[in-house]
């Protein structure tokens, strides 16, 4: 063999060795690549210790890693104001390789919609809001279906005929439970009125308090809440009246005046969202499951709530979980005495994500935003 052909033929040797190599290297950076875990990140408007809203939410994200294990890598921040403090956090989770990035209060809307068009290879999903983009869903919970079971056990469980509700904001969300929640009641008891004290915040429990002590000296003996602490069972309870809590099973706060709570599963469609992220399945989509879903549901029933009523109520469940009944089937009238849905009818999604207006029942005038 010439010394020349030799030499050609340690190139290609080489040369063969240094491409086989190459081709390992990318064949172990693409497996090294297909096992990454994806990045999940959740903006909360409180504290994980609120007990009510960005508790159930962690609760869904803590969830999601128990069924995702290795595949999945979560992150939050807590207590984001919403606006511009929304829009800086949710912007540096997407810089910092999210993959998948759930806002969890009705003011992030805008901010999660303007960052999700900068970033368009990031999944977000906004929790409450109407605003959708082709990298950006939305979800909720029919929360009101619950309101409208706690208003019947309300609706039983008083003496004075004045029930109390704790409110945050005039969005439709918010005037969609009292609704629910008044027109339960009402449908046991027809001489009930319910009054509402607008806290204007989502969390802080000292006008939370501050708002129910206030219902109770308006003569209030069963009290509710749209707002995120535990701060109004806390008050029935030093008040000897009872409550009915929000978000979570409130009764570690107040085991004798906790009749019941309605409460958010967030886990199961924290999941499946995740692991469509994972496997390339993610689509944009409204999603709006209820008690059907399991997604809303009641905590566990005081034992003071007579037998009878807890019958009625969980009969009632079943109803609306088969669908046979509707929480706003009419007729329903405004406090004005008119007819606002027919008898036969019933109020379609979205006349209930834009309502507006109080059932009869409801004290007061709805404040304007």
């Known amino acids: ?13 080489k040369l063969l060795a240094k491409l086989c190599g190459v081709a390992a290297l990318s064949a172990t950076a693409g497996l090294a690549q297909a096992e990454d ?30 069924n995702m294990g290795d595949m999945v890598e979560t992150t939050y921040v807590e207590s984001v104001a919403e606006g511009a403090d929304g829009e800086r956090v949710i912007r540096q989770l997407a810089a910092k ?6 806002t969890t209060s009705f003011g992030y809307m805008n901010p999660t919609l303007k960052v999700a068009k900068k970033f368009p290879k990031v999944k977000f999903e906004h929790a409450s809001g109407y605003k ?15 309101r409208y079971l706690t208003g019947l056990i309300a609706g039983k469980m008083t003496e004075s005929n004045v029930l109390g509700y704790v409110a945050s904001f005039p969005i439709p969300e918010v005037i969609r439970g009292i609704n629910a929640f008044t027109k339960g009641a009402r449908e046991v008891n027809p001489d009930v009125q319910v009054k509402v004290v607008w806290a204007s915040t989502w969390y802080d429990p000292a006008k939370e308090r501050e708002a129910a002590e206030t219902l109770i000296l308006q003569g209030a003996d069963v009290l509710t809440q749209h707002t995120d602490s535990a701060a109004v069972i806390q008050a029935a309870e030093a008040k000897g009246k009872y409550a009915i809590g929000y978000h979570s099973d409130m009764s570690l706060y107040g085991q004798k005046a906790h009749l019941t709570a309605t409460v958010h599963n967030w886990g199961p469609l ?24 399991g997604t809303t549901d009641l905590a566990p029933l005081h034992a003071d709530i007579p037998a009878d009523v807890q019958e009625m109520v969980m009969a009632k469940k079943a109803a609306l979980k088969e669908g046979t009944i509707r929480v706003f089937d009419g007729p329903i009238v405004n406090q004005a005495g008119e007819t ?14 834009g309502f507006n207006w109080y059932v009869a029942g409801v004290e007061g005038k709805l404040p304007q935003n």
Do not use: C
């Open 97 to 102: 390789g999210h993959d998948l990035i759930f």
């Open 132 to 146: 959708r983009n082709k990298n950006m869903g939305t979800y909720f919970t029919r929360a009101y279906q619950g």
């Open 270 to 293: 924290y999941l499946e969202k995740a692991q469509a992220v994972a496997n390339g399945t993610w689509e944009s989509k409204d999603l709006w499951p209820g008690i059907a879903e």
């Open 340 to 353: 606002m849905v027919a008898k036969g009818a019933t109020m379609e999604d979205g006349d209930l994500l």
């Open 37 to 66: 875990p994806i990045k999940v990140g959740f903006v909360y408007v409180g504290p994980t210790g609120d007990a009510g809203w960005t508790y159930a939410h962690d609760e869904g994200r803590k969830f999601v890693e128990a």
């Open 1 to 13: 063999m010439s010394v020349k052909l030799k030499r050609v033929l340690t190139h290609k040797t």
